[in-house]
């Protein structure tokens, strides 16, 4: 791997998933860490396995954010990058999701990450860091039954996109994941589902936390966990229904 030693991140979602495994590629090149997340006994196991900080926060609490980047900045030193991996999925009928959950679904990927990066932006801009963003392929193709998640990701998507351009100049890398499926206990309620045994394309989050690792060391806006997951982005704009 090379390169993160002595380097201080904060990764968000950082209990289990991609989170945690991004954490423990970056731990074993040396680097510090803050984890945090929701799932406060996760998060302990997480943090006492790697030897890692750790802070409950809420990503969509502006004053959460703020406190906790605050405090993992005192602990570690200058923020050399944020890896945001935190988010919810809700799959299933746009009209048998109930309204609430659909608009908690937009608040965690969405705002939640407009807060977090609202919050990171001014101390990556002092240190040149990285933003890392997690998308999705249904940021760019909205399948059935993911409506609020296809939209929130394309939010992120378009969000990342932006900072991209905003932030070159002042040096901050801001990279952006749209993978197709990643094996973890978010999506084992779809996994009988036509289009995920179709695509036969599901990720560990092993397999997205080294393309992290890749897009980090390469400072690489569009980060594909594989070839798969770039010829779905490159089809889905040729042939959208």
Not at 17 to 43: F, H, M, P, S, Y
Not at 55 to 72: F, G, K, L, R
Not at 169 to 192: A, N
Request: aromatic share 8%.
């Amino acid at each position: 791997m090379g390169g993160f030693q002595g380097r201080n991140f904060i990764i968000t979602g950082g209990a289990s998933g991609i989170g945690l495994a991004t954490a423990r590629l970056l731990r074993q090149d040396g680097a510090n860490l803050v984890l945090w997340d929701v799932d406060e006994a996760k998060l302990q196991a997480a943090g006492k396995a790697l030897g890692a900080e750790t802070a409950v926060v809420n990503i969509t609490q502006p004053d959460q954010v703020e406190t906790a980047m605050q405090t993992a900045v005192s602990q570690m030193g200058p923020l050399d990058g944020v890896v945001h991996s935190a988010g919810i999925l809700r799959s299933g009928g746009f009209t048998e999701i109930p309204l609430d959950v659909q608009r908690q679904v937009v608040n965690v990927n969405l705002n939640g990450s407009i807060v977090v990066a609202f919050t990171a932006v001014p101390y990556l801009q002092q240190s040149k860091g990285s933003l890392i963003l997690l998308a999705s392929s249904s940021a760019f193709y909205g399948p059935p039954e993911f409506a609020a998640y296809g939209a929130s990701k394309a939010g992120v998507l378009s969000l990342a996109q932006s900072l991209r351009l905003e932030l070159e100049e002042s040096g901050v890398h801001v990279g952006v994941l749209c993978p197709l499926f990643v094996s973890s206990p978010m999506i084992d309620d779809f996994k009988d589902s036509g289009m995920y045994n179709g695509l036969g394309a599901a990720h560990t989050p092993e397999d997205v936390a080294r393309a992290i690792v890749k897009g980090l060391q390469k400072r690489q806006f569009m980060i594909w966990p594989g070839a798969n997951d770039a010829v779905f982005y490159a089809i889905s704009h040729l042939f959208y229904p």
